[in-house]
């Protein structure tokens, strides 16, 4: 993955991108292989022209599919497309996905969703990525179980851009004292940071969370070659405009989803 550009883009140009949101809950559902390759090449389309509008090669930004609460049946569909990276949030699901999928030995997993310590020895036994550390105690919690296991692990420091009480992650002030107490924790292979941006119809209050995460990783100073994953089914064409090199996109690929928000964003800590 390429590096960064420090000012992205035209606002001239980009103040005119909103939200998808009204799609929440309502893109269609991937039922075939072709389903799934029209889906991933629509979202490679969108990012491609966000990319377009930034002055950015579309090589810089990776796309993460988010396959949480999909079945077994219609994840190896979206394997046989391509998929061979996945997002989840639940770590037990993720879990018990890779044991049934074992079989798809170049599937890899990406936990996206916040890490209770005593599911730590899961996440260091099978992911490949983790992207929700947020607290010391977890980060040593980790590093013990990836040491038993012989293994390291990339991971994003998760930042609560928004400020809402909701949100797991990292005050952003605090950010750059955390690295610091984690960098003796050589399992532990900081990769870059992660937000979710307010769920808001309001293209300026969702572009802010972004510009924060950027600037964030900008004032970090040597960790400048940190990856950003920001931007979600809804909103990622602003968070590629606003500097992101991953994208997490689930419903837009898969498809919406029967189980309510808060399963997976719980509403309280």
């Known amino acids: 993955m390429k590096t960064h550009q420090s000012s992205p883009f035209d606002p001239a140009v980009a103040k005119h991108t909103q939200p998808r949101h009204e799609m929440h809950n309502r893109w269609p559902q991937a039922e075939s292989v072709e389903d799934f390759r029209h889906n991933l090449a629509a979202v490679q389309a969108r990012i491609d022209s966000a990319c377009l509008r930034a002055g950015r090669d579309p090589s810089e930004v990776r796309l993460l599919p988010v396959s949480k609460?999909?079945?077994?049946?219609?994840?190896?569909?979206?394997?046989?497309?391509?998929?061979?990276?996945?997002?989840?949030?639940?770590?037990q699901e993720a879990w018990g996905k890779s044991q049934a999928m074992a079989d798809l030995t170049d599937?890899?997993?990406?936990?996206?969703?916040?890490?209770?310590?005593?599911?730590?020895k899961l996440v260091a036994r099978f992911a490949s990525e983790f992207q929700a550390l947020g607290s010391l105690h977890t980060a040593e919690a980790l590093?013990?179980?990836?040491?038993?296991?012989?293994?390291?692990?990339?991971?994003?420091?998760?930042?609560?851009?928004?400020?809402?009480?909701?949100?797991?992650?990292?005050?952003?002030?605090?950010?750059?004292?955390?690295?610091?107490?984690?960098?003796?924790?050589?399992?532990?292979?900081?990769?870059?940071?992660?937000?979710?941006?307010?769920?808001?119809?309001?293209?300026?209050?969702?572009?802010?969370?972004?510009?924060?995460?950027?600037?964030?990783?900008?004032r970090l100073g040597d960790a400048q070659q940190l990856a950003l994953s920001m931007g979600m089914s809804g909103d990622f064409e602003i968070a590629i405009e606003e500097g992101a090199t991953v994208v997490r996109v689930g419903q837009a690929i898969f498809g919406a989803r029967s189980l309510p928000d808060d399963h997976f964003w719980p509403t309280e800590k």
């Not at 999909?70 to 046989?80: G, N, S, V």
């Not at 599937?107 to 209770?116: A, C, D, F, K, Y």
């Not at 998760?158 to 690295?179: C, I, R, W």
Request: aromatic residues 6%.
């Open 107 to 120: 599937l890899r997993w990406s936990v996206i969703g916040h890490l209770q310590t005593n599911k730590a």
């Open 143 to 218: 590093d013990r179980r990836l040491q038993a296991e012989g293994r390291a692990l990339d991971v994003f420091i998760q930042v609560n851009t928004s400020n809402e009480p909701s949100k797991y992650g990292l005050h952003p002030d605090a950010a750059g004292e955390f690295m610091q107490k984690i960098q003796g924790l050589d399992t532990l292979r900081v990769r870059g940071l992660m937000t979710l941006a307010e769920f808001s119809s309001n293209a300026a209050r969702v572009r802010a969370c972004f510009v924060r995460l950027r600037t964030l990783r900008d």
């Open 69 to 91: 609460t999909m079945d077994e049946a219609h994840i190896r569909l979206a394997h046989q497309a391509g998929c061979t990276l996945l997002g989840e949030n639940k770590v």
